[in-house]
């Protein structure tokens, strides 16, 4: 069974704190990956994709180790509009469209 | 990215009913996707839906539970069929469009519940 396995959370953290999400995946053939950000009542929306060689986006730093099959999402300097569940996403395979969804991380940001 | 629209935003339904649900992208794209997320849950992937052809259903869904049309690039529709109170969910459609090749994009969802 092809899966993606989160912690759900909730994580509750001051404004400013780091924060980490990790994630594990099933599929060995996958070869894209993504965090998507579901704010509550919201359709997800892609936050980034994620390289191998580990991205950057401001604020937001993500790390693919494709021999543990492992995804993580860094958040520094953490903002209240951070507050949001965090999907992880990878797909099925070279030239797939199939996405499988991790559950998320839930994520609140406390002043 | 492309603009994605869904009608109808919300419905609550009786048991026994249908509903179609309708998706509309404002550039051609040619994949497009319809998902389920149920209370508490994450997107399952009903199915693709190709234009020209039947939709390509992922495992534990058919076409007799949810016919999906595709009459052309822009547009498609997801009908919930004899619906009952597990039919329960959101419905969204995705499109591929700009972005890495594989990137998804989601309408904003049809929130359905069935009474």
């Known amino acids: 069974r092809k899966e993606v396995e989160q912690d759900p959370g909730p994580f509750n953290v001051p404004e400013g704190a780091t924060v980490a999400f990790n994630c594990t995946y099933s599929?060995?053939?996958?070869?894209?990956f993504f965090w998507y950000r579901q704010d509550c009542r919201k359709e997800p929306k892609l936050l980034m994709s994620?390289?191998?060689s580990g991205n950057e986006d401001g604020r937001f730093t993500a790390q693919l180790n494709r021999a543990s099959q492992y995804i993580s999402l860094l958040i520094r300097d953490s903002k209240l509009s951070d507050s949001a569940t965090y999907l992880c996403?990878?797909?099925?395979?070279?030239?797939?469209?199939?996405?499988?969804f991790g559950k998320g991380t839930k994520l609140s940001v406390i002043p | 990215s492309a603009v994605i629209s869904q009608k109808p935003s919300r419905d609550i339904c009786q048991r026994g009913t249908s509903l179609t649900i309708q998706c509309q992208v404002d550039?051609?794209?040619?994949?497009m996707f319809w998902y389920r997320q149920q209370p508490g849950q994450s997107l399952t992937l009903i199915a693709t839906?190709?234009?020209?052809?039947?939709?390509?259903?992922e495992s534990g869904f058919v076409i007799d539970k949810f016919p999906i049309s595709r009459p052309n690039l822009t547009f498609s529709t997801l009908t919930v069929s004899n619906m009952s109170p597990e039919d329960s969910s959101i419905y969204l459609c995705?499109?591929?469009?700009?972005?890495?090749?594989?990137?998804?994009?989601f309408g904003p969802g049809t929130r359905l519940t069935v009474l």
């Open positions: 995705s499109v591929v469009a700009g972005g890495p090749v594989d990137t998804q994009y």
């Open positions: 599929n060995s053939a996958s070869q894209s």
């Open positions: 994620v390289y191998s």
């Open positions: 996403v990878v797909n099925g395979g070279a030239g797939s469209y199939q996405l499988t």
């Open positions: 550039s051609q794209v040619t994949m």
């Open positions: 839906a190709n234009q020209g052809s039947e939709a390509t259903y």
